[in-house]
């Protein structure tokens, strides 16, 4: 698992040189796929699990509070829009710290290319505390 970034025209050349087939791109393609569903996982499976993941946080968090959103699509499928939490003690925790906010964001990498946006605010000892989290699929003023 060192070099994750290897490219199917990487894998091919791998290949040639190790066996001296000529394998396709398409067919290098496909196995690098494979080979990252199995490493991390299917990303269509893992928003289809986010909602048991949010409750089992609800459960063992106290307080915790989510929202999962998603737009109807053609036949009566759903698409994922975009997701909010926020940890039960960081509600809690909230009025003892420095009324100053920040929104700080970050472009998530894969399949999806989401933004995770962070609320964040100043404790008394200069640390960041982290409040909330949203993923949405474009980083507006309306998200």
């Known amino acids: 698992m060192e070099d994750l970034d290897l490219r199917s025209s990487d894998i091919r050349l791998l290949v040639y040189k190790a066996t001296n087939l000529d394998v396709s791109y398409n067919k290098c393609w496909n196995a690098r796929r494979k080979a990252m569903i199995k490493i991390f996982g299917d990303w269509d499976k ?3 699990i986010l909602p048991h993941y949010l409750k089992a946080l609800k459960r063992e968090n106290p307080g915790t ?14 698409r994922f829009t975009c997701v909010f939490w926020v940890f039960g003690p960081c509600i809690k925790g909230f009025r003892y710290y420095r009324p100053l906010l920040s929104i700080d964001g970050t472009h998530l990498y894969g399949k999806y290319k989401d933004i995770l946006l962070v609320l964040t605010r100043i404790d008394i000892d200069d640390r960041l505390f982290h409040l909330a989290f949203i993923v949405v699929d474009v980083e507006n003023t309306e998200n």
């Open 65 to 78: 509070i989510y929202e999962v959103s998603s737009d109807p699509v053609d036949g009566g499928e759903w």
């Open 46 to 48: 893992s928003y289809e």
